[in-house]
Nanobody, 113 residues
Framework: VQLQASGGGLVQAEGSLRLSCAAS????????MGWYRQAPGKQREFVAT???????NYADSVKGRFTISRDAAKNTAYLQMNSLKAEDTATYYC????????WGEGTLVTVSS
């Protein structure tokens, strides 16, 4: 499985960005997709996930601001990020979970305060 992430960039605080993660094969028939992020000097942390049945889960730090969604026909997951804060600055890594975890290349999100 190959994952192609896009949508990162530079945004001002309180702004919005949408990340996309396109998989090279069907994920949502049995798996899940989501994002982790890693800020400079910090460990990678969970951000959000969406399952094959559409169940979502979020890190407490992004609840109410980020929304994960999917287009199963396109094998793509989306992360809508609103009300961005400086502490959201990180490299965001999408993943697909089947029997193993697959990772995409990171996309950098920089939030200026």
């Amino acid at each position: 499985v190959q994952l192609q992430a896009s949508g990162g960039g530079l945004v001002q605080a309180e702004g919005s960005l949408r990340l996309s993660c396109a998989a090279s094969r069907n994920i949502f028939s049995s798996g899940a997709m989501g994002w982790y992020r890693q800020a400079p000097g910090k460990q990678r942390e969970f951000v959000a996930t969406i399952t094959s049945v559409g169940t979502t889960n979020y890190a407490d730090s992004v609840k109410g601001r980020f929304t994960i969604s999917r287009d199963a026909a396109k094998n793509t997951a989306y992360l809508q990020m609103n009300s961005l804060k400086a502490e959201d600055t990180a490299t965001y890594y999408c993943y697909a979970l089947l029997s193993v975890m697959y990772w995409g290349e990171g996309t950098l999100v920089t939030v200026s305060s």
